[in-house]
């Protein structure tokens, strides 16, 4: 899965639905996509500033714009929604944290940002990130992840359900491997339950998914 800066809930029922997940970061960047975006309560937006975003960049190509007034907007946001919260300070040094060590890519915050936040779930999940394996490529996006899988030795792929139009059990059941797809709801940035329920209680949510077999 391509690396979100602090995504939905669904996004992490994935995580937690699988023993190995993969950062997808060298992958291309979406423009007006949620790679540096999310949503949280009161349907407010928040946006990691991008230098000169291009859907012709990879992901781990695309560098934040630290100087941007969009980052002391992010952080005043937090505040006035979630001050009052139970976990405020808890999370908030979790996001100083990430801020704080500047990465150069969205790719970079993005997969820190889903560690730190799997890691605050305790969620066992092993993660590896494509660019690092340097795994085989294919000639097209379905035989690169076959590629992946058959070099993780993986029997079950599960993408998330909007995958359901583009893949199918065709394109994997003849390579050994099992499709599934992941059914959630819509849902804000993780950091809304993070800051507003205890960790047993998302964790709970976190199980709140159905997996469907691929066509």
Known sequence: MQPYFLPFLGYFQLINSVDKFIFYDN????KGGWIN?????????????????????????????WNDKLIEKFFKTIKH??????NYQKIDLVLNNLFGKKPRTI???????????????????????A??????????????????CKAEGALIYINAIGGKNLY??????????????????????????CFTMDIETIRHELNNYRLIEAD
């Open 107 to 129: 790719s970079e915050l993005a997969i820190a940002s889903i560690i730190e936040i799997s890691r605050y779930l305790e969620l066992d999940t092993e993660f590896k990130i």
């Open 27 to 30: 992958d291309y960047f979406k």
């Open 168 to 193: 199918s059990k065709s394109d994997f059941k003849p390579n050994g491997i099992n499709l599934l797809f992941l059914q959630t709801g819509i849902s804000h940035s993780i950091l809304d339950y």
């Open 81 to 86: 929604l979630y001050a009052s919260s139970p």
């Open 37 to 65: 975006r999310n949503r949280l309560r009161n349907n407010i937006d928040f946006i990691i500033p991008i230098k000169k975003p291009s859907q012709n960049k990879l992901i781990m190509d695309t560098e934040i714009k």
């Open 131 to 148: 660019s690092v394996e340097n795994y085989d490529k294919g000639k097209d996006k379905i035989e690169n992840l076959i590629k992946i």
